[in-house]
């Protein structure tokens, strides 16, 4: 599977933005599917994932309540709403593909194995 992220800009703070993870090649429907940030200098870090099969999701407490994960199947594409942005919120934004028809909800980077390119949000106060 590929993966194309878009949606990314800058927002003022308490704005909201809608990232989308667009799939080519294979369904996204068989994968459980993340979103990652890397803000400046910091480590790439988990933000949001969504299973495969339940359509279970799990959040950063950092971002809990305020981002939504969805799917999209018939588009092939997974969506991070981000709502109440935060310039903390500051970062590229990574979609990714965990392994086919892998269990759970997985929120460790070396869970998934295919990237998107990153999309840049900013945040001002």
């Known amino acids: 599977v590929q993966l194309q992220a878009s949606g990314g800009g800058l927002v003022q703070a308490g704005g909201s933005l809608r990232l989308s993870c667009a799939a080519s090649?294979?369904?996204?429907?068989?994968?459980?599917m993340g979103w990652f940030r890397q803000a400046p200098g910091k480590e790439r870090e988990f933000v949001a994932a969504?299973?495969?099969?339940?359509?279970?999701?799990s959040y950063a407490d950092s971002v809990k309540g305020r981002f939504t994960i969805s799917r999209d199947n018939a588009r092939n594409t997974v969506i991070l709403q981000m709502n109440s942005l935060k310039p903390e919120d500051t970062a590229v934004y990574y979609c990714?593909?965990?392994?086919?028809?892998?269990?759970?909800?997985?929120?460790?980077?070396?869970?998934?194995?295919?990237w998107g390119q990153g999309t840049l949000v900013t945040v001002s106060s």
């Open positions: 969504v299973s495969w099969s339940s359509g279970s999701t």
């Open positions: 090649g294979r369904a996204v429907a068989k994968y459980p």
């Open positions: 990714a593909a965990s392994r086919e028809f892998a269990s759970g909800v997985p929120q460790a980077l070396d869970q998934y194995v295919t």
